[in-house]
């Protein structure tokens, strides 16, 4: 049986509890597939202070409380 294969560049992904924990270490795994990506947390600080981090010249990274 063969694996789907999804072509997921310009595509956002919303990533919940994305300040720590799996959360942030699943959201820096997307920017490299080309993906932007919302971090979703409780702590809008580190959520922001992520999102800059993931954030390049092509994506955006951005945070949401």
């Known amino acids: 049986m063969s694996r789907a294969s999804w072509d997921v560049q310009r595509r956002t992904a919303f990533v919940t509890g994305g300040a720590r924990g799996i959360g942030l270490e699943t959201a820096r795994t997307l920017p490299a597939a080309g993906m932007s990506v919302v971090l979703i947390d409780r702590d809008g600080d580190g959520a922001a202070a992520h999102a800059h981090e993931l954030g ?4 955006r990274g951005e945070a949401a409380v």
Not at 56 to 59: G, K, Q, S
């Open 56 to 59: 390049d010249a092509d994506r």
